[in-house]
């Protein structure tokens, strides 16, 4: 059975502290993992990854994959209230007609002014 | 920018009821999926369609159907609404094998 195992399940934080976000997989026909940032409505998109080793960056986030050791994490320096919400890590597995995502149960980050 | 709607933002119905959760989505997507989020559990799917009139179970498809008459609309019904049916709903769509999903905005149901 495919497994996707996020930690923390939350952290409570200040502005201007940096956070480390993890998760660990382990599934078949691993094609890629994924990064989402959920508030009070629909999860947005955030990072794909494939290629271990690469780091993705968007301005204050970053995330990095180790497909050796299978897991991900995600960076947020400098963080902003406005970064309070749940981080969602998928990984993309080949399974039937249709590409699906293996969700983690989420880590919900809140962030303290 | 892809929008994925659900009708509803909010919910309630009572045990035993029949519940139908409508999504649509503009962008011409084959794929569309129907997700419950629960706290500690994260996103389980419950059914996908890579097709109009096409369906497939996910993991917790039990009390569960849908349907796919229209490429832009996917629905989710509850033939007989349960409590432990309370939940959150959310609806995903994407392209032909593209890896990103891109969600609707959720539908919280109590189911009393």
């Known amino acids: 059975e495919d497994k996707v195992v996020q930690s923390p399940l939350s952290l409570v934080v200040h502005e201007g502290d940096t956070v480390t976000l993890n998760c660990s997989y382990e599934v078949t026909n691993f094609r890629s993992l994924l990064w989402y940032k959920q508030e009070k409505k629909a999860p947005t998109f955030l990072f794909m990854l494939?290629?271990?080793?690469i780091e993705k960056k968007s301005g204050r986030l970053s995330s990095i994959l180790d497909k050796k050791e299978l897991f991900s994490i995600l960076n947020i320096t400098a963080t902003q209230t406005g970064d309070s919400a749940i981080y969602l890590c998928?990984?993309?597995?080949?399974?039937?007609?249709?590409?699906?995502?293996?969700f983690g149960s989420g880590t919900q980050l809140t962030v303290l002014p | 920018d892809v929008k994925v709607t659900q009708s509803s933002r909010y919910l309630v119905k009572r045990t035993g009821e029949k519940v139908f959760l409508e999504c649509v989505q503009d962008?011409?997507?084959?794929?569309m999926f129907w997700y419950r989020q629960d706290p500690g559990l994260g996103l389980r799917l419950i059914y996908f369609?890579?097709?109009?009139?096409?369906?497939e179970k996910g993991d917790i498809p039990e009390g569960y159907s849908v349907s796919r008459e229209k490429k832009e609309r996917f629905s989710l019904i509850l033939e007989s609404a349960s409590t432990n049916q309370t939940s959150m709903y959310l609806c995903?769509?994407?392209?032909?094998?593209?890896?990103?999903?891109?969600f609707g905005p959720g539908t919280r149901l109590l189911v009393l």
């Open positions: 494939t290629s271990s080793g």
């Open positions: 995903a769509s994407n392209r032909g094998h593209q890896e990103t999903q891109y």
């Open positions: 369609s890579y097709d109009v009139k096409m369906k």
């Open positions: 998928a990984v993309g597995v080949s399974s039937g007609s249709a590409r699906q995502l293996t």
């Open positions: 962008m011409d997507h084959e794929n």
